[in-house]
């Protein structure tokens, strides 16, 4: 096992340089680009992993990997556990000696996140729900260790993802099938809708607008994305008057508020209105709502897992250099609020 004292030897500087490059301090310590090169070279060539090497110093423990898994503070909780369920599944099944730390973040705000910048808190780490400062950090500053981006297309970095646009044209498609022309569209409001979102809405949006249908401005309402988010949009379609015949909700959390105030109001759905939503939370909380809510199923639990299997290939069988880049299909589950044909 390679350690500290190694890669200050072949790359010719002292062990305390190597200690502030790992670190993230090589700038405000006013190391060289050239020296920092040398040292990251020389870990690199013998293949140096400074948390696992002080863990085997401090202990006779096990090896075990870190992985720091970074979660924006404003996502949906139903999301962050689909998603861990299926990491802890496939550690379990897989053996891989890892533990996980979850390290939530305010959106837009990862450039401030220290541990992404230094080679001595994580292995690896996991990166989800990213927004537009984060994504600009990512591409400006490539991380020092590895990381895989959840859910986001990069070229830098190794990713995950759902194929979203996919998903939107999936709801379109059912919805048109079903003879549906004046649709409606509930969606996350502000600027704090996830790239994932924007990309199945606009896709949605597109699709019908292909088959010569236009969805009117008047029938896309942004809300929170909660119940009671989705609560507001149904008051919003009762007080216009007018509510469309099909509506496709872009989280399945959203979907029961709007049902609910519907249900309460005497709309009848499906007959009076056919719903189709993005399934993102637990899958049995819109198969035993009543009606049970047709989705779009994301296949959560199969993003996690798949961001192991990736984890251990680069960790285990040091794949760094080849950027993978892996897409999910997604899953149209047909049930009440908008049945088949």
Known sequence: MATIKDVARLSGVSVSTVS??????????KISTKTEKKVLEAIKELNYNPSVSARKLRSNEEEKYTIGIYWALDFTTGFLARFINGIQNEILKSKLPVTTVICPFESNN??????????????????ANINVSDREFLNENQLPIPAIIVNRQF?????????????????????LSRGLRDIGMVVQGGNEAFYGMKERGLSFFETFKKRG???????????????SGGVKAGEYFLNKGNIPKGIFVDSDVMAQGLMHCFN???????????????????????????????VVDMPIEEMGSQCIKLISEIL??????????????????VRESSPAI
Not at 110 to 127: G, P, R
Not at 317 to 332: G, S, V, Y
């Open 213 to 227: 249908v236009d969805i009117s401005k008047e029938n896309v309402v942004r809300v929170e994305n909660s119940l």
């Open 20 to 29: 502030i490059i790992l670190n993230g301090q090589a700038r405000a310590r």
């Open 316 to 333: 285990e069988h040091n794949i760094e250099d080849e950027k993978k880049h892996i897409l999910l299909d997604t899953n149209l589950i």
């Open 264 to 294: 309460r109001n005497g709309i009848n759905v499906p007959n009076d209105c056919e719903i189709v939503s993005v399934g993102i939370g637990p899958k049995d909380f819109s198969e035993h709502f009543t009606p049970s809510i047709t």
């Open 155 to 175: 070229n830098n970095y190794h990713t995950v993802c759902i194929d979203n646009k996919k998903a939107g044209e999936t709801v379109a498609n059912h919805m």
């Open 110 to 127: 990862l450039k401030n996140e220290k541990a992404l910048k230094s080679m001595s808190t994580y292995n690896a780490v996991l990166i």
